[in-house]
């Protein structure tokens, strides 16, 4: 049974750093892999998305890679700025079922 | 941008009335889901639905949920007697195709029983 798992659960940078949010999962027979935002009482926006033959996805300032092998990704978010506070999500569609499987997230609070 | 729309935002509830869910996907999708997010917990699938008919349902989608795509734009979750339990935020998203595109999200229904 895939399961997803994102750490750290919370997490509190200054404004203007980099930074790195990681999710794993345990089954590697995935079709793709997405990236998500959340913010408090709304919907989830896509943010990326990777294919299983993809290593990485670039938008922005987001930088997604994806190591299939070792069922691992990360999110990259560069020059973080307040109005990056949200939480993010990982999702991964399971080869077999095409359910999208997801992580608990990471919530992120970018202080000014 | 084409969007997944979700109506209403918010509906508030007495346990043991029906509720409908409304949800417009994008026009061209052929792929249909229903997600629920109990507060402060991760997001779950509850079904999918391809071809008029659904193709996978997790055990939270009992005897108590349906769905119908009524029309050529619609497609409705239905709770037909609501528990507390069922407090959550249902979000509706629809793709493209089975796996490989992106899954595209409405803004979400939270839903309150009381």
């Known amino acids: 049974k895939q399961e997803v798992t994102q750490i750290p659960a919370a997490l509190s940078v200054p404004e203007g750093e980099n930074l790195v949010l990681n999710c794993s999962f345990t089954?590697?027979?995935?079709?793709?892999l997405q990236w998500f935002r959340q913010d408090p009482g709304k919907g989830l926006t896509s943010l990326l998305l990777i294919q299983s033959s993809q290593r990485e996805q670039t938008s922005g300032r987001l930088n997604a890679s994806l190591d299939k092998s070792s069922g691992r990704s990360t999110l990259y978010i560069a020059a973080s700025q307040p109005g990056d506070s949200a939480t993010y999500l990982c999702a991964v569609t399971s080869r077999g079922n095409y359910q999208l499987i997801w992580g608990a997230g990471t919530k992120l609070i970018i202080k000014p | 941008e084409p969007e997944v729309t979700q109506t209403p935002s918010h509906q508030v509830t007495q346990m043991g009335q029906e509720v409908i869910l409304r949800c417009v996907p994008i026009s061209n999708h052929l792929y249909f889901y229903w997600y629920r997010q109990i507060l402060g917990q991760k997001v779950e699938f509850l079904v999918s639905f391809y071809n008029n008919e659904i193709s996978e349902k997790s055990e939270i989608f009992d005897d108590q949920f349906s769905v119908e795509r009524p029309d050529g734009s619609n497609f409705t979750l239905k709770i037909r007697s609501t528990k507390l339990e069922d407090s959550a935020m249902y979000f509706c998203a629809s793709r493209g195709d089975m796996g490989e595109s992106a899954l595209h999200f409405g803004n979400g229904t939270r839903l309150t029983v009381t």
């Open positions: 089954d590697s027979a995935i079709y793709n």
